[in-house]
Nanobody, 119 residues
Framework: QLQFVESGGGSVQSGGSLSLSCAAS????????IGWFRQAPGKEREGVSS????????WYADSVKGRFIASRGNAKNTVYLQMNSLQPGDTARYYC????????????WGQGTQVTVSS
């Protein structure tokens, strides 16, 4: 069984930065990719970024390109999302999730961490 824990959320003024962490634990940590998602109240879930566990290749939503950076930790079960130049539109609960094949659904999810950006 897999467990994901997100951390690093909080409140920040517009233009500020936060760094989120996603740590996975369990009996099988051989992931194809780990993704970051966000969801604000009343809105649908939005993909933010993903990173290949094996080689570190990344993908970003257009809305965050140039501002957010996903990276792997020294241990492959940990990924980070550095969020810079935050805007009120980035306010949401942020989740990490995993898949073990490129064609799979995102299968395992963390509990999320809240990010609030005020003007």
């Amino acid at each position: 069984q897999l467990q994901f824990v997100e951390s690093g959320g909080g409140s920040v003024q517009s233009g500020g930065s936060l760094s989120l962490s996603c740590a996975a634990s369990g009996t099988n940590l051989d992931f194809y990719a780990i993704g970051w998602f966000r969801q604000a109240p009343g809105k649908e879930r939005e993909g933010v970024s993903s990173i290949s566990v094996s080689d570190g290749d990344t993908w970003y939503a257009d809305s965050v390109k140039g501002r957010f950076i996903a990276s792997r930790g020294n241990a492959k079960n940990t990924v980070y999302l550095q969020m810079n130049s935050l805007q009120p539109g980035d306010t949401a609960r942020y989740y990490c999730a995993s898949k073990n094949h490129y064609y799979s659904e995102w299968e395992y999810w963390g509990q999320g961490t809240q990010v609030t950006v005020s003007s």
